[in-house]
């Protein structure tokens, strides 16, 4: 299905209803969907250059392996974003949050959006990028990004970048999730 241009609105399955992003009108967003992985959060999904994606059953598989994840799975990130905040603390004087332990740290992350995108170069897959505001950082917040939709393989500062080693411009045998 390669459209060559954004629709209006369009029906998209497993995210239902989608429509232009008011920012970048070639991106496609979602009404708040219920995330299992972040227990209680509903949260848009930001599907960048869907209408020109040569293979867009790519990208609703890693969607739906992303809303497979559970509580359980996104656990699994905590110890990655703690030092996230423990670096972001060493490296400046006043942070206004004090956090103890990685399974503390989720009380203090605000998912704002999902984006959904496809990797521009090495390995080409589509990854799941969560973004959100943290208490402990509120220039640059937080993200948090998985390829395939359910393979954690970033944590870091709202960069835009998908991968660690694209972050650098590292071989991609350098990669690693934070």
Not at 54 to 68: C, K, M, Q, S, T
Request: glycine share 4%.
């Amino acid at each position: 299905m390669r459209l060559g241009y954004a629709p209006r609105r369009m029906q998209w399955d497993p995210l239902g209803e989608l429509s232009p992003f008011e920012d970048i009108p070639e991106w496609m967003v979602s009404q708040p969907v219920a995330v299992p992985c972040l227990p209680g959060a509903t949260i848009p999904f930001v599907l960048e250059n869907l209408a020109e994606d040569p293979a867009p059953h790519e990208i609703a598989a890693a969607v739906r392996r992303f809303l497979d994840l559970t509580a359980t799975d996104r656990d699994q990130a905590s110890p990655h974003i703690f030092r996230n905040y423990v670096e972001f603390a060493e490296a400046v004087e006043d942070v206004d949050v004090v956090i103890d332990r990685p399974e503390d740290v989720w009380a203090h992350v605000h998912p704002t959006a999902i984006h959904v995108s496809r990797r521009h170069r090495r390995d080409r897959k589509v990854y799941v990028q969560i973004t959100a505001n943290c208490d402990w950082e509120q220039e640059h917040g937080l993200q948090i990004v998985y390829r395939d939709g359910n393979q954690l393989s970033r944590v870091s500062s709202q960069d835009g970048h998908l991968t660690h080693t694209d972050a650098y411009d590292l071989p991609e045998d350098k990669d690693r999730i934070s």
